[in-house]
């Protein structure tokens, strides 16, 4: 099975800052790649799919990049409301699987 | 509005059954691709089983295999996953999705399902 490999595993940042969070895939999985946002008592929420395109309501600074087997989720000034956990997933192949999730907290 | 609702959740003992259901609305349920994904509690995601839009293809995570099995009526608009031989670390909230252009979305709420003794 394909494992997808997140870092860091916390990032502490501030509102109004940048984070740049990583997936890693042990093989390439083409732009098989999409990342959700889960915050507490949630479910997970479709954020990016195909590596960069935006899911319906995502707002702008939320961007998605990479192919292959590395890929980059950054949120280009961070909002009260962004912190939360994130995780990647690929469907390139079965099994569906996902990375272990970055924890985005206020610093 | 599209929604997915789960039920079925509760505490059962190990080597126990359960059978969680996924109640759709707001789409056309059967155009679409169904999964279900669970996350044991404080932990990540977790794929369990696929169902094709008409019942014709199903996969299963290795771990569940010849456990769970996953099924729908689409005239019932609902996801079924009949959860056999249940054991401690099947302990998680089951989340259902839809597959849309091969993705996740939307996930209900979540069901959580303890064994436990």
């Known amino acids: 099975e394909i494992v997808l490999t997140q870092s860091p595993a916390t990032l502490s940042l501030s509102p109004g800052e940048r984070a740049t969070l990583s997936c890693r895939a042990s093989?390439?999985?083409?732009?098989?790649l999409a990342w959700y946002q889960q915050k507490p008592g949630q479910a997970p929420r479709l954020l990016i799919y195909?590596?960069?395109n935006r899911a319906t309501g995502i707002p702008a600074r939320f961007s998605g990049s990479g192919s292959g087997t590395d890929f980059t989720l950054t949120i280009s000034s961070l909002e009260p409301e962004d912190f939360a956990v994130y995780y990647c997933?690929?469907?390139?192949?079965?099994?569906?699987?996902f990375g272990g999730g970055t924890k985005v907290e206020i610093e | 509005e599209v929604q997915l609702v789960e039920s079925g959740g509760g505490l059962v003992q190990p080597g126990g059954s359960l059978r969680l259901s996924c109640a759709a609305s707001?789409?056309?349920?059967?155009?679409?691709?169904m999964n279900w994904v669970r996350q044991a509690p404080g932990k990540g995601l977790e794929w369990v089983s696929y169902?094709?839009?008409?019942?014709?293809?199903?996969y299963y995570a290795d771990f569940v295999k010849g456990r769970f099995t996953i099924s729908r009526d689409n005239a019932k608009n609902s996801l079924y996953l009949q959860m056999n031989s249940l054991r401690a670390e099947d302990t998680a909230v089951y989340y259902c999705?839809?597959?849309?252009?091969?993705?996740?979305?939307?996930w209900g709420q979540g069901t959580l399902v303890t064994v436990s003794s």
């Open positions: 997933q690929q469907r390139s192949d079965w099994p569906l699987t």
């Open positions: 093989q390439s999985v083409s732009s098989y």
């Open positions: 707001g789409f056309i349920f059967s155009s679409y691709e």
């Open positions: 999705a839809r597959r849309r252009g091969g993705w996740l979305d939307p």
């Open positions: 195909d590596a960069s």
């Open positions: 169902i094709s839009s008409s019942g014709s293809t199903i």
